[in-house]
């Protein structure tokens, strides 16, 4: 009867848009002190969660990707990618998922992508005779990619609470992340088909060369940052340090990081560390009340009376992931529920490094679903546009990524092909 007057207590704060943190919190201090759990004992849980070693490595990959921003490297991906695929029709559509997978090498959150690119791609898709619809739908959806091609922030949080390899699940994301690309370029054919506005561009080779130069320097931190995690030179920390210093040499080498810049960039670090800090911590005193009420032995029972079967059970995780990410901020999701999936997946057989690549990849797609949809509200900022025609230009590219989804489900060897090859 407690736990689930708990959960009636979040949900009604949800309802209300009170923000995650609090919902969490609130109810769970209540829980608390009627239990008569002591303060201190709520203090060190979250404390404990929050100062947790391989969590140092987001608030660096927070600061890269915002220092990437800043530096101008965004658009300068864009300008190459548009200079290589000038005379293709549609090309704008393929430059933008091409200009995210750039950028999400560095940058790692969806958000800072859709950001960082959208002012630039939305703008020129439309000047290019694209339709604001189609615009801002494919911008929303390649921002995607970030998150699950690493290196990324989700990533790091989920290895750091299963206990796993970050440089596994980092190598398993690049196939599923390289399949989003590739899914989101044959739905742009699709549609482009049907827009006799859209012209091929004209080739412009000393266009080409000039943009060439503009990225080889920034294209380099990439291979830094994911050669020394998967080479075993750098733990995920220590390479996102490493990946901080070369982005800020090359944004002093180009002249495109002033003082004012890297001020503005490490004020929405700090900003954006706090937010998913502060929701790592409540959703920790949250997950040791339900660890408590002995939830995921009663989930265990459920599943196993459900099937024992490994793809049964990838596939309740998916629509599971599906549903809360409409609703929950993904860091909270798997703050709450990697402590009591992992320990059922692990029983069944799932690898635990799988289970973390299709939770990520299912609960990105919450982004662009209301009532959330981060990603569609700052895509619908940047680009001035409402946000139910943002959310209506991304339904078509959400198709391939559910199609992932089940592709991750059916042939789960296929992900751990990468780390096996590196020999990790």
């Not at 339709?131 to 750091?160: E, K």
Request: one cysteine or more; proline letters at 6%; charged letters at 10%.
């Amino acid at each position: 009867m407690t736990l689930i007057l708990l959960a009636l207590a979040i949900a009604l704060l949800l309802a209300l848009r009170v923000p995650v943190p609090f919902a969490f919190l609130g109810p769970s201090l209540v829980y608390m002190a009627m239990e008569g759990q002591s303060l201190g004992m709520a203090l060190r849980t979250v404390t404990n969660a929050a100062s947790s070693f391989p969590l140092l490595a987001v608030p660096l990959f927070i600061f890269l990707g915002a220092l990437a921003n800043h530096a101008g490297i965004a658009d300068r991906l864009f300008r190459f990618a548009q200079a290589g695929l000038a005379n293709i029709r549609g090309n704008l559509g393929y430059v933008t998922i091409g200009t995210s997978v750039g950028f999400a090498w560095m940058s790692g959150s969806a958000v800072a992508d859709a950001a960082a690119l959208g002012k630039v791609q939305v703008p020129a898709m439309i000047r290019a005779g694209y339709g604001r619809r189609f615009a801002t739908g494919i911008s929303a959806t390649s921002a995607l990619i970030a998150p699950v091609m690493p290196p990324s922030i989700p990533a790091v949080i989920y290895a750091g609470l299963a206990a796993v390899s970050t440089g596994a699940l980092f190598a398993a994301s690049v196939i599923p992340a390289l399949l989003m690309a590739l899914g989101l370029c044959i739905v742009v054919w699709v549609l482009v088909k049907r827009m006799p506005n859209v012209k091929k561009g004209r080739f412009d080779r000393a266009e080409l060369v000039a943009s060439t130069k503009g990225v080889l320097l920034p294209l380099i931190a990439p291979i830094i940052i994911l050669g020394g995690i998967l080479g075993g030179f750098f733990t995920p920390t220590e390479a996102a340090a490493v990946g901080v210093v070369y982005i800020i040499l090359v944004g002093l080498l180009q002249r495109s990081l002033s003082m004012k810049s890297f001020i503005k960039a490490l004020s929405e670090t700090v900003t954006t560390t706090a937010s998913i800090m502060i929701i790592v911590a409540s959703a920790s005193l949250l997950g040791y009340i339900l660890a408590k009420e002995r939830l995921p032995q009663m989930l265990t029972e459920l599943v196993f009376a459900i099937s024992d079967s490994p793809t049964v059970f990838l596939i309740l995780v998916a629509v599971l992931m599906l549903i809360l990410g409409t609703v929950i901020d993904a860091t909270a999701i798997l703050v709450l529920t990697v402590p009591i999936i992992l320990p059922i997946g692990n029983t069944i057989g799932v690898d635990p490094i799988v289970l973390g690549v299709l939770m990520i990849l299912s609960l990105m797609i919450g982004l662009l679903t209301p009532p959330v949809g981060t990603v569609l509200f700052v895509t619908a900022a940047v680009s001035k546009t409402r946000i139910g025609e943002v959310f209506r230009g991304s339904l078509p590219f959400i198709i391939p990524l559910l199609v992932i989804c089940v592709l991750i489900i059916a042939f789960p060897s296929a992900v751990m092909w990468l780390p096996g090859v590196l020999g990790l």
